[in-house]
């Protein structure tokens, strides 16, 4: 069980075009999912949180209309990179926090790797 | 602030080996510790998670124990396989919902 997944698992695009990415909790309903990236040879950053129903809380210096969160329902979360730049290049991972769990317990996706030409 | 970091950065080992990886933090108002491991190009697995009122937890040949007071987790890995080799994280959980990732230790286990 708890189970997330993640869609594309790896991207390629044009400069200045938009991505989508998807995170779906396949077997359970997350209340909460957090967007990290990391950069090769890098820890996990955490980019934002994201509530189903509500407005996505960033973090500092993530900018929000670049990267756009949409947490539509309790098992799906999407994030849009808007004129994608070479500079956002990154692997990016989605986290899903079940609603019947306590902080701290996230499961995690197996990640999507944008490259950006 | 809150940082994790990890020692060491990176190590190679001969098979059959035990192993004590480390992780510090800052902020020891910490609610939970997990160790994760990740392979090239995938996403994370979760090891083993302790909770702020737990010294250690044990799953297989790892170890996990944790000391708030001093601010630091080891992970104790018993007889490494080659299979072992990955990238190993630890991430600090606070009360904001928020996993603080440390730097990680790459390891690489030969035969």
């Known amino acids: 069980g708890a189970v997330v997944s993640q869609h594309p698992s790896w991207v390629i695009c044009k400069s200045g075009t938009s991505v989508k990415i998807e995170c779906r909790s396949l077997d359970f309903q997350a209340t909460t999912m957090f967007w990290y990236r990391q950069f090769p040879k890098q820890s996990l950053m955490l980019m934002a949180t994201s509530n189903e129903g509500s407005k996505a809380t960033y973090e500092q210096g993530v900018e929000k209309d670049k990267f756009l969160i949409n947490h539509a329902s309790l098992t799906l979360s999407t994030l849009t990179v808007t004129s994608a730049h070479p500079e956002d290049s990154s692997f990016y991972i989605c986290?899903?926090?079940?609603?019947?769990?306590?902080?701290?317990?996230?499961?995690f996706g197996p990640g999507t790797r944008l490259t950006v030409l | 602030k809150q940082e994790v970091t990890q020692i060491p950065a990176a190590l190679s080992v001969p098979e059959g080996e035990n192993l004590v990886l480390n992780c510090s933090f800052t902020?020891?108002?910490?609610?939970?510790l997990q160790w994760f491991r990740q392979d090239p190009g995938k996403g994370l697995t979760s090891l083993l998670l302790i909770q702020s009122s737990q010294r250690e937890q044990t799953s297989g040949r790892l170890n996990a124990s944790l000391d708030k007071s001093s601010g630091r987790s080891t992970l104790y890995i018993a007889a490494s396989q080659p299979g072992d080799s990955a990238t190993y994280l630890c991430?600090?959980?606070?009360?904001?919902?928020?996993?603080?990732f440390g730097t990680g230790t790459r390891l690489q286990v030969f035969p």
């Open positions: 902020d020891s108002a910490i609610y939970n």
């Open positions: 986290s899903a926090r079940p609603g019947t769990s306590g902080f701290g317990t996230q499961y």
């Open positions: 991430a600090g959980g606070y009360n904001t919902d928020k996993l603080i």
